[in-house]
């Protein structure tokens, strides 16, 4: 799964490196055996974006990109949609994707991350239960949209999140972006054209398998 990753990443033309930042020397040996970049982290880090501080901390480059490892069907054109806000605004500091929610299952899956937006692009939150609740049907439903777990870092911006404390929310929910906001870090929102489908299940993992050896349509 790491080397389809790994593949589809380098093949964004905007991307100027790929490392695997891990702390499993297995996962090292076998991005070593494909002949991917790899940097072992520290086992300490509790979240990925601390591992991620880590490495770019040692790198010399204005935006880093967090691609969590088990999104194998990642369209390397999503990329381009991550990083586009930084080119026009000079004060966007993180950003991330997102898509509309089409199927009810999704809405109730807490290994789907839902995101609510403001009318100016900016995350409000992030939850794993269903968001925003409707309390009075008759005033029809919102768009309801999940949150695709990539990120886009000025690199200043994501050494300053790293040293952040963790926050109760994030606890809470397990989800590493509320301490950027929480703290009062914004983070700019993009609706993505393009599918992810991050493995969190052996079921999520048995699809995946069957969309990848499914021939073109």
Not at 103 to 121: F, M, Q, S, Y
Not at 131 to 142: E, M, S
Request: glycine fraction near 6%.
């Amino acid at each position: 799964m790491i080397e389809h990753v790994y593949r589809r990443v380098s093949a964004s033309p905007i991307v100027s490196q790929v490392i695997v930042a891990t702390d499993d020397l297995r996962i090292a040996t076998r991005v070593n055996g494909f002949g991917g970049r790899v940097r072992l982290t520290k086992p300490t880090h509790e979240t990925g974006t601390d591992r991620l501080a880590e490495v770019a901390a040692t790198l010399d480059c204005d935006i880093v990109i967090n691609v969590q490892g088990d999104e194998p069907l990642l369209d390397p054109r999503a990329v381009d949609e991550l990083v586009a806000p930084f080119r026009i605004d000079p004060s966007v500091q993180v950003t991330t994707l997102y898509r509309r929610i089409h199927h009810a299952p999704e809405l109730t899956n807490p290994n789907i991350t839902k995101i609510v937006v403001d009318r100016g692009g900016y995350a409000l939150y992030f939850s794993r239960a269903p968001i925003p609740h409707q309390r009075d049907p008759r005033g029809g439903w919102p768009p309801l949209y999940k949150h695709i777990g990539l990120y886009g870092y000025r690199r200043s911006a994501l050494l300053v999140l790293a040293a952040l404390e963790q926050t109760p929310l994030e606890r809470a929910e397990s989800l590493e972006q509320l301490r950027a906001l929480e703290h009062g870090i914004r983070i700019k929102a993009v609706e993505s054209a393009y599918e992810a489908f991050g493995v969190d299940t052996p079921e999520d993992l048995e699809q995946v398998r069957r969309l990848m050896s499914a021939p073109p349509s």
